[in-house]
């Protein structure tokens, strides 16, 4: 317990010295020496530098062996496949991005193979250097078949083998999330949630999710499906029936990515712009938030409006502390969204959570699939009662 303690301190903390380790975990001088002195002969710890610029001799530093260990994320999403490796101490040491268009009757085992070897690669190590490996994929593999859903809209993995045969071709533990959950789990380590159990985190990018923590875990239903809002029934669409086969609902028709460039060329937007709907959207809602004024204001109430709507219907079930605002199809409008759907949900719902933007902007999923890898590695690696 005391060499664990010691190890997360010096994860927090960076470098720190013998005698700091001693008054941060409450141990002596001569067991804080003992407990440094068995982790730097696991090699779990080196030695880096000194103290400098203080009275009296300098003290040696410690900081956890970075190298120890390594860990990986992908991110899975009907255009690409990002995959990235950090190292034990979570620095991406890796990266490699795998577009998927055009190549669509490649297997996805092949796939997921190309974009990890990839990121391997370019930390100049192995596959067999990777400990763990977590994957993020809209919809959630459904625990009692092993089969993917709610994700018709990612072809090639829907095969019943595909775990099986994902087993067979990677060399390390291999585990699954819904990719808003490992969002959730990237702003609950590092952003906006840090330390929180009980909140809701909103996402719309390609598609409109959102993420439940409860009591401090993600809740993810019988089917792994909490969270799918997409497919629930809002006020202001028509009742959208079939919904696993038009693979869409109320809220995603209200309020996600793909109606922006259409509620823009109703309200008399100018340029709505070309190309993929969630660029054309969150290049709208940036645009919106910048100039607040016109038709760009009337998008944006009408916009916030929307997903209020949504918000209200989660907020009345689960009455959270805090709603994170995530996806670019959102963070692109930052305060003046924000706030307009803060004073419309306050309109539209009895409590009245904090609303914030995530702060984990870069890559979300995939740090956070990166952050569920680094947590078991370290439970394994940091084990030194073996």
Known sequence: MNDRAALDLLLAHGPLSRTKIGKLTGLSKPTASQLLARLETAGLVVATGTTEGRPGPNAQLYEVNARAAFAAGLDVTPLRIRAAVADIAGNTVGEFELPTPGRRTESAVARVAEALDGA???????????RRLVIGTPGAFDPSTGRLRYASHLPGWHSPALLDELAAELPMPVEYENDVNLVAVAEQRLGAARGLADFVLLWNEEGLGAALVIGGRLHRGFTGGAGEVGFLPVPGTPLVRQVTKTNSGG?????????????????GVADVGQGHYAEVACALVARAAESDSGPYRAFLDEYATGLATGLASMVAMLDPELVVLSGEAITAGGEPLRARVQAELAELAASRPRLVIGSVREHPVLRGALENALAATRDEVFNTSR
Do not use: H
């Not at 995603?252 to 990515?257: D, F, P, V």
């Open 120 to 130: 391997v690669k370019a930390a100049g190590l192995t596959r067999d250097d990777v």
């Open 251 to 267: 809220f995603q028709e209200l309020a996600g990515a793909q109606v922006l460039p259409r509620l823009a060329r109703r309200l």
